[in-house]
């Protein structure tokens, strides 16, 4: 079986690391392909290096862009690797715009090549269509042959879009297994004392949605929420690029002069940054996830998520909507309130570490009946 496995942005990463060990640990090693829509050191090769992922096979290096520039290159550079590796799997992870370009360009040479589509994160839905990552989510579903599902609230999400259960297959969440392997290592760096910060007595802050930091009104409700947390207990807030180029823009720089602002940390950094944390503020949804695995109580700074097992399941809670200082702080009060559970204790059903051997084994089950 040969698996073309795609990667693209941050959050790709520690989905890919697991798939990619169990592909080779089951004799069968995936072919790695980085589009290069995340490119900084602290962005991917860090995560590369933190997560042991081997140099990738193929590297697009197409930058960022608009939407429709990314997309496009991505698809243009993706289509030639592809009629050269004619792989049985093109295998994409999340709701990148990577994920979608990639299933976009395999979906179209199906016939030719003889490739099929396996989309991992499949089922999750936010209803909001303002999000890039929901109208990728939901194309590249329907471009899928073969869809992997974390949680068990997907396959209705997919039943209501008229796909048949047969190409579905629950597998877990694997971002868990990256988590739970690493923590050992993550927990040794001693982030909190490394940044002066009392384990248990903390606050980590990341932010990136276009919905929360592109519009300064909403940026800088955000901010003074953060600042009166800020008055509670110190608030780390390692800082996406995106965050940053708004924050400057905008002339919102003072409103960081509570908050210890940090550069974006590596993986191992962040788990173990969040591990020791009392409460994490994000508008993530791999942190959404990460945090309900560990244990450590969530606020959510979105109007509603894609991942509600964090919230019926997990550690999780949405801060009240439209976003105000008055509401970030009561939910922060509340979520710090909240004991911290054991790492595994709160987890859903597959987020037990072994989603990726139930990844691989669906591909085998379906190569092998293949006619
Ligand atoms: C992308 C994903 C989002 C994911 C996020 C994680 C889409 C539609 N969005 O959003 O789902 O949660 O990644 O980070 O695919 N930049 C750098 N260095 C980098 C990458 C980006 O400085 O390595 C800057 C660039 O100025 C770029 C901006 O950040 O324009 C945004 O990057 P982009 O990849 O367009 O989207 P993200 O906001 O990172």
Not at 290 to 301: D, H
Request: aromatic share 4%.
């Amino acid at each position: 079986m040969r698996t073309l496995v795609v990667a693209g942005a941050r959050p790709n990463f520690m989905k890919v690391a697991p798939i990619l060990a169990e592909l080779r640990r089951a004799g069968s090693p995936g072919v790695l392909v980085h589009t290069g829509q995340h490119y900084d050191a602290q962005m991917s090769d860090a995560f590369f290096r933190d997560l042991g992922i081997p140099a990738p096979d193929y590297h697009l290096g197409v930058g960022s862009g608009s939407h429709a520039q990314q997309t496009a290159r991505v698809m243009e550079a993706f289509e030639p690797v592809l009629v050269e590796a004619r792989p049985d799997w093109v295998l994409v992870v999340g709701d990148v715009n990577s994920t979608l370009a990639c299933a976009l360009v395999a979906s179209k040479l199906r016939e030719e090549l003889g490739c099929r589509v396996a989309h991992v994160e499949a089922g999750l839905r936010s209803g909001d269509w303002r999000m890039p990552e929901e109208v990728n989510r939901v194309l590249t579903d329907r471009l899928s042959d073969l869809l992997l599902t974390p949680s068990h609230d997907a396959l209705p999400n997919l039943a209501a879009e008229g796909i048949p259960s047969g190409r579905v297959s629950f597998v877990g969440n694997v971002m868990i297994d990256a988590l739970f392997a690493g923590l050992p290592d993550a927990r040794a760096l001693g982030m909190p004392a490394r940044l002066g910060l009392a384990a248990g007595g903390y606050a980590v802050v990341t932010l990136h949605r276009p919905s929360a930091v592109d519009n300064p009104e909403v940026l800088r409700e955000i901010l003074r929420g953060l600042g009166r947390v800020a008055e509670r207990m110190p608030v780390a807030f390692p800082v996406h690029p995106r965050t940053a180029q708004s924050i400057a823009a905008h002339g919102l720089d003072s409103l960081l002069e509570p908050l210890r602002v940090l550069e974006p940390l590596g993986y191992q950094e962040m788990a173990g940054l969040v591990d020791g944390a009392a409460v994490v503020l994000t508008d993530s949804g791999g942190l959404q996830e990460e945090t309900t695995a560990l244990g450590v109580p969530c606020v959510t700074l979105r109007e509603q998520t894609e991942r509600p097992v964090t919230i019926t399941e997990g550690t999780n809670r949405l801060a009240p909507w439209p976003l105000t200082p008055e509401g970030i702080l009561a939910s922060f009060q509340a979520a710090a309130a909240q004991p911290r559970a054991a790492p595994g204790s709160r987890s859903p059903e597959g987020w037990d570490g072994r989603a990726a051997e139930r990844i691989v084994s669906a591909l085998f089950a379906r190569t092998a009946g293949r006619p």
